[in-house]
C-alpha cells in the first residue's frame, strides 16, 4: 500500500487562470486590417459578440462601440477584435461534400483592455461552418467562443 | 412573419433533404435554393454606439433600396460593383 503510494508522482499545482472583474464591457467593431471580407461579415461578428456577450450576463452592461455612456463608467474593459484570416467558403459546396470542402473559416485575435490601457486578455480565436448551415453562421460561432473565452476570465 | 415563414419552410425543405432516398437530398438542396441581396446598414444610435444592420432581401431589391436611403442621406461605403449575387447569408 505504501509502495503503491510512492510511485504516485505528486501532483503539480494547477496554475489557475487569473480572474478580473469589471461592471462593464464595450465591444468594439472588428479591425479587418488588410484582410478582405465582406461588410456583412464584420458586422455579424459585431452584432453577435454584443448578443453573445448580453446573454452570458457576465457583465452588468454591454456598451458598444461609440457609446458615449461608456466614457463614465471606472472600471470599464473593451473588447477588441482584429481579423487575421477570413475564408467565405461555399454552402453548396459544404452540402455537396461536406467537411471535405467549403468550409466558411474566420479567425480573430480577441484583446481585452482595461480603461487605463493594460491587455487583460489576448488570445486567437476562430469560427466555423463545416457542413450545416449558412455561411455568416461562422460569426455566431466566433461570437460564442469569444464569450466562452471571457467567462473563463470573468 | 415573413421571417417565419421562411424558417419554416427552411425547416421543412432541410427535412425533405435529409429523408430524400439515395442521396438525392443534396441535389434537392440545390434546386431549392434561392438567390438574395445582402444589404449591410451601418448606422449610430442616439447614444453614439455603432448598430450594424444586415438585410437579405428578394434579388435585385438591394441596388434599389440602397438608392432610396442614399437619396434619404445615408452615405455609402462601397462601390456600386461590390454588390454580388450571394446565396442566403
Avoid at chain 1, 100 to 113: C, N, Q, Y
Amino acid at each position: 500500500m505504501l509502495a503503491a503510494a510512492a510511485v504516485v508522482p505528486a501532483q503539480q499545482p494547477v496554475k489557475p487562470t487569473p480572474r478580473f472583474y469589471a461592471s462593464a464591457i464595450q465591444i468594439e467593431l472588428t479591425d479587418v486590417g488588410d484582410v478582405s471580407i465582406p461588410a456583412e461579415f464584420r458586422y455579424a461578428i459585431y452584432e453577435r459578440l454584443i448578443e453573445q456577450v448580453r446573454d452570458s450576463r457576465l457583465f452588468g452592461k454591454v456598451y458598444r462601440s461609440g457609446d458615449k455612456a461608456a466614457n463614465s463608467v471606472p472600471d470599464l474593459v473593451t473588447l477588441h477584435t482584429s481579423l487575421e484570416a477570413f475564408d467565405e467558403g461555399s454552402q453548396m459546396k459544404r452540402e455537396l461534400a461536406p467537411v471535405a470542402m467549403g468550409s466558411t473559416k474566420v479567425d480573430v485575435t480577441a484583446l481585452v483592455t482595461s480603461k487605463d490601457g493594460k491587455t487583460l486578455l489576448s488570445q486567437k480565436v476562430g469560427g466555423k461552418v463545416r457542413i450545416w448551415g449558412e455561411n455568416l453562421g461562422a460569426t455566431n460561432d466566433l461570437a460564442k467562443r469569444i464569450t466562452k473565452l471571457l467567462a473563463g476570465s470573468f | 412573419m415573413l421571417k417565419a415563414l421562411r424558417t419554416t419552410f427552411a425547416l421543412i425543405a432541410t427535412t425533405a433533404a435529409i429523408a430524400a432516398p439515395f442521396g438525392s437530398g443534396k441535389a434537392l438542396t440545390l434546386l431549392m435554393r434561392t438567390k438574395v441581396d445582402i444589404l449591410t446598414v451601418v448606422f449610430r444610435g442616439p447614444d453614439g454606439g455603432v448598430h450594424g444592420a444586415i438585410f437579405a432581401l428578394q434579388k435585385g431589391q438591394a441596388e434599389s433600396t440602397r438608392t432610396q436611403l442614399v437619396a434619404a442621406g445615408a452615405h455609402i461605403s462601397a462601390p456600386q460593383t461590390v454588390l454580388k449575387d450571394r446565396t442566403k447569408p
